[in-house]
């Protein structure tokens, strides 16, 4: 009877070395890749929830005369407005407790993390409360300034009979190049309630009042556009100059129009507002 001996191998210190050394260099391959995927597919949904939205605005066109949905309305004053405490029905709530087809979530852009909506996220909006706040808190917004909130005056003469209307979607010269909903972020009050990150309207130039949003890649910024089609558009061109005259040129811009007449009477702005409402 003999003793066998049993020879055992194993990884040497640089074997062992050089197979964490592969392991490192292909994690460090495939993650930007993973990232890049992330982002693309978060792109995607942003698409389709502005998508999902544009129909359900387009829906609500259907049901009133070709108007495109007011961004606020209050019964029985001019102060039609976004504010807290101010409107009875904002345009989010209406298109989604009215059956329009828009769920709180499609208001949600999937760039952001869950965790940073807290209390005030549009997802925990009231369903039967037209007027709750929260339904202020979207991260798209909507094209105030010249589709869902003109200003018209009643009369030259008595400016301060002021109401507000919507435009009409045949209203609208070149619906693939006119911005009806955006990708929005309000930075003013982004850690401050009553507000989340989002700005429910659009109607200047980004500040930290709220404006267009370049969050996606290449800092696109994804638009849905008054045909219904939903692009994104590189931010910086998005702007189109930082004046009243490339405003009125641009995607948002009141010579979008085809129903656009000036007025003698001005409220301070650096743009007229008298409609023709015909």
């Known amino acids: 009877m003999h003793n066998q001996k049993t020879n055992l191998s194993g990884f040497t210190l640089i074997e062992l070395l050089v197979v964490i050394s592969i392991i490192a260099l292909l994690v460090g391959i495939l993650l930007p890749a993973l990232g890049a995927a992330r982002k693309t597919a978060q792109d995607a949904v942003c698409m389709s929830n502005e998508r999902q939205v544009g129909i359900a605005i387009m829906a609500y066109g259907t049901d009133n005369t070709d108007y495109v949905v007011h961004y606020a309305y209050r ?19 209406l298109i989604t407790i009215g059956g329009y087809g828009s769920t709180r979530d499609m208001f949600v852009c999937p760039i952001f993390n869950e965790a940073e909506e807290g209390v005030h996220s549009i997802r925990q909006a009231d369903m039967e409360d037209y007027a709750g706040y929260r339904w202020r808190n979207s991260d798209y917004g909507i094209n105030w300034y ?106 948002w811009g009141e010579n979008q129009l085809g129903v656009f007449t000036y007025s003698t009477y001005s409220r301070g702005l650096d743009n007229p507002n008298r409609w023709d409402l015909e």
């Not at 019964?75 to 709530?93: K, P, R």
């Not at 005056?153 to 693939?176: H, Y």
């Not at 006119?178 to 200047?204: H, M, Y």
């Open 146 to 251: 010249t589709l869902a909130g003109r200003v018209a005056l009643e009369a030259d003469s008595n400016p301060v009979a002021k109401w507000q209307q919507s435009s009409r979607f045949g209203a609208v010269l070149n619906p693939t190049e006119t911005l009806l909903v955006a990708d929005t972020w309000f930075e003013l009050f982004k850690d401050n309630p009553p507000s989340q990150r989002g700005q429910g309207v659009i109607g200047g130039f980004p500040t930290v009042w709220g404006g267009p949003h370049g969050r996606h890649n290449n800092q696109k910024c994804n638009i849905l556009w008054a045909d219904g089609h939903v692009e994104g558009m590189p931010f910086p061109s998005l702007l189109m100059g930082a004046n009243a005259t490339a405003r009125a040129e641009g995607p």
């Open 75 to 93: 019964e029985g004053t001019a102060a039609n407005t976004w504010g807290a405490g101010t409107a009875q029905v904002h345009w989010t709530s």
